[in-house]
């Protein structure tokens, strides 16, 4: 009977702990994810088999980026092949994105076969996303 009469107890003391931790107070939601996300990268090219292409006389292409909790899209040109990273060129950059984020690169008569890669700075100042897009001469 006294083992029934503790279990009794602790039952209670385990019910009334949990009612004061009740709080009436509405939760504040879960922080949703501010990290920098880039959802799309686009070109005003062609496309064949994932690779977009530079017809014979173009000598311009306009690269469109659909982002999130960015604060500044960078532009690079990569040559293909591998550990080609240190290679890259810097072809321009977008720091307002309330047009969206965009680069229109004239790159005139460069033979191309090259990875442009995106990289979006979070608004967060820490985060970074990155993207990338294979580009070829026809």
Not at 25 to 51: K, S
Not at 92 to 106: A, E, I, N
Request: with cysteine; proline share 3%.
């Amino acid at each position: 009977m006294r083992k029934l009469h503790r279990v009794g107890i602790c039952l209670f003391v385990s019910l009334l702990l949990s009612a004061c931790s009740y709080s009436a107070e509405p939760q504040e939601p879960q922080a949703q994810d501010q990290r920098a996300q880039i959802l799309e990268v686009t070109a005003d090219l062609p496309q064949n088999e994932g690779w977009w292409i530079v017809r014979n006389g173009t000598t311009t292409m306009t690269l469109q980026v659909k982002a999130l909790n960015t604060e500044t899209v960078l532009f690079w040109a990569v040559p293909t092949g591998t550990e080609t990273w240190g290679e890259r060129e810097l072809i321009g950059y977008d720091l307002d994105g309330s047009d969206g984020w965009s680069f229109t690169w004239d790159f005139g008569k460069r033979s191309m076969h090259d990875r442009i890669v995106v990289q979006a700075l979070g608004s967060d100042e820490t985060s970074q996303a990155q993207e990338m897009i294979l580009v070829t001469a026809e």
